[in-house]
């Protein structure tokens, strides 16, 4: 196995963001819902390292979440918040 091979890369999958006061967060318990600014449809931020490398579209196979790779991703989008 080369040493590149050996390199473990957390991979991460954003649905969506939101901006809440903390003393909002702080008064959510179980069962809180935090809305998202994301529909069903829009893409997923594929993030490798907390560095968005992709884009993607959720996928429900049997009783499995899945991402499909859709295309790169745009590092300044992400970090304008972009959909």
């Given at each position: 196995?080369?040493?590149i091979?050996?390199?473990?890369v957390e991979i991460s999958v954003v649905l969506g963001r939101s901006v809440l006061p903390m003393s909002q967060l702080l008064r959510m318990g179980r069962g809180a819902v935090i809305p998202l600014?994301?529909?069903?449809n829009d893409e997923v931020w594929i993030?490798?390292?907390n560095h968005p490398v992709a884009r993607g579209e959720i996928e429900i196979r049997e009783d499995r979440i899945a991402i499909t790779v859709t295309r790169a991703a745009d590092v300044y989008d992400f970090m304008a918040g972009a959909a």
């Open positions: 196995m080369s040493q091979e050996a390199v473990d600014d994301a529909s069903e993030l490798a390292n």
